[in-house]
């Protein structure tokens, strides 16, 4: 979107190619099948215009509403793909997008306490981003741009359940969570029923692969990254037995292929993307590629399940506590004391998920695919916040579920989980180590101050040598490299 207030004073909006237009300015909507653009100006000059799912019940939506001199921005609870505001001039940009506001963006106008969660990895969901002036519009929160400015405004804080409920005689628990991840996934927003599903073969995806069969769509395909070594034989013959038992057409990629760093990757290619993106991006670019060109309007996810199932006081949690990060400059460690200022209000979903949604779901909008994650939907978010802890500990609900349909205990309850910590050291080793090289002799986070020369090159010394590349190290090479990628 650019949105120019002097185009406010007699709005005439046009549709032409895709787009709404009104002098010099244009508001788009992401290309993807499952949203519909509404405009209403039956009370102009005051216009507005709503990009939402087309689906029945609760939708994501993004509300823009205009009068001479003034537009405002609102957001719902879902936050599917966080919208970023820049403004300058008199005129306001904004996108799903970072990369699109790439014109807005400079590295030497940094964000210090953002930068240094960043590096240690002490992420908080607010509206702030790396860069000045850039703002991301939290659920629920609103934009007001006037010719005084950009302001963003937060809600509330949502209330959630406190403590669990005794459930009454003869509830069976699995039955409701059954009948509500199918009600919440045949509410998808898809014309054609044809749907892409997430499958890494843990009870997370498991519960909605089930949920997906149960649906019954005309066609599904499911999609995962193999993780390879012993862990990754055990996870193809979890994902086998889901997928014989959905019925259910299965492309599997071997994430090891396509480590961080690796090359030919958005990375290795220093195309334009989010710094603060996700580490394995170019394992699952493949995977959004693939899904595009079986042309799925919908990808199920099963982001949200760890969150969901945790075991924890909403009145007594603490944040763990950071591990030591040796290599962060004076700038960063100033910033340190900083870093939980300015955070947006207690969320509807939870914190993690919503982070990760801004992470990982811009990448489905590129390849035209709606991204839906029904165990983060507000229903089942709710649900799980009543449930007692007995079924929430150890997954056990949604271990039980995939015992009942009839897989076996090595799909319900697997000794050995799959993680990517192998992926991210083939990265790291193979490819991660050059740019950290690279870095050494001219870096943007060193120039700047938030990371110590000296101290990283002695850790990179310390890594070839070492059994294990520290993970940590992805942290500054994967911020460095997206610094660059938009520069």
Known sequence: MRLRLDDLQEPKWLSEGGRRINGQSWIEPANVSTLVMEVNDDQAPRVRIRV????????????????????????????????????????????????????????????????????????????????????????????????????????????????????????????ALDELLTDVIRQAPTATGRVGVELSGGADSGNVVLAVKASSFPEVYSFGLLVGGSTGRQQHERRRALVEHCGFRDTATPAMQHPPFC?????????????????????????????A??????????????????????????????????????????????????????????????????????????????????????????????????????????RERIRRAGLPEWVAAPAEPENFLAVLEKGLRSYGLPVLDDMLKESILVDLGYVDGKALAEAGRNADSAPVVPDLLCDVLALEVGLRSLM
């Open 52 to 175: 939402k799912e087309c689906k029945r019940g609760d939708a994501d939506f993004v509300e823009l509403t205009m009068e001479p001199g003034q537009a405002r921005l609102a957001v719902g609870v879902f936050g599917t793909a966080p919208l970023y505001l820049t403004k300058k001039a008199g005129e306001l940009y904004a996108s799903w997008d970072l990369t699109l506001l790439r014109p807005h963006l400079r590295a030497d106008r940094l964000v210090p306490r953002v930068v240094a969660r960043t590096l240690t990895r002490q992420h908080r969901y607010t509206s702030e981003t790396l860069f000045e002036g850039v703002y991301r519009l939290t659920e629920r929160a609103a934009a007001t741009f006037t010719r005084s400015g950009l302001s963003i405004h937060y809600p509330d804080p949502t209330e959630h359940v406190l403590e669990p409920r005794t459930l009454r005689p003869g509830v069976d628990p699995l039955m």
């Open 263 to 291: 090359a030919g990757g958005v990375r290795d290619l220093c195309k334009p993307h989010d710094p603060a993106g996700a580490f394995y991006q170019e394992a699952f670019d493949v995977v959004r590629e693939q899904a």
């Open 293 to 398: 060109a079986r042309r799925c309007e919908v990808m199920f996810t099963g982001s949200g399940g760890d969150e969901i199932n945790a075991h924890h006081s909403r009145t007594q949690a603490e944040l763990p506590t950071p591990h030591p990060v040796p290599w962060l400059g004076d700038k960063a460690v100033r910033a340190l004391a900083e870093v939980n200022e300015h955070l947006a209000p207690i969320p509807v979903l939870p914190v993690p998920t919503l982070m990760a949604f801004g992470m990982h779901n811009p990448g489905f909008l590129r390849a035209g695919i709606w991204p839906v994650s029904p165990l983060a939907h507000p229903r089942t978010v709710r649900f799980m916040e009543q449930l007692p802890h007995e079924h929430k500990r150890g997954k056990a609900l949604f």
